[in-house]
């Protein structure tokens, strides 16, 4: 599976209620680790801290072992979103 498609069916998964947000986690990490090959050393950085911000609130909940609040939701979602964006923009047609 291309880094554009697995971004696009964990979003659709996400956004359905499909994964959790360990799930939804690592699997922007292997998006990234796979995408990271086609982008410049800037974008591959800019997307890293994106990830980063994800991962962080994804630990919170993780070590409280809870599932996001609504506001908590709303921050993935929005963040999640983000690092979609920025990586399907990014990314060459076809990768």
């Known amino acids: 599976m291309k880094p554009s498609e697995r971004l696009i069916w964990i979003g659709e998964a996400w956004a359905n209620g499909r994964i959790s ?3 939804l986690t ?7 680790q796979e ?3 086609y982008l410049s050393p800037d ?6 801290s994106q990830w980063n911000r994800i991962e ?3 630990a ?3 070590n ?3 599932q996001p609040t609504a ?3 709303q921050e993935l979602d929005r963040l999640v979103e983000e690092f979609h964006a920025f990586i399907r923009e990014r990314l060459p047609e076809g990768r």
């Open 21 to 23: 947000a360990a799930s």
């Open 26 to 32: 690592l699997g922007l990490d292997q998006v990234f």
């Open 35 to 37: 995408a990271r090959d």
């Open 43 to 48: 974008d591959a950085s800019e997307a890293r």
């Open 56 to 58: 962080v609130l994804n």
């Open 60 to 62: 919170i909940l993780l």
């Open 64 to 66: 409280e072992d809870r």
């Open 71 to 73: 506001g908590e939701k």
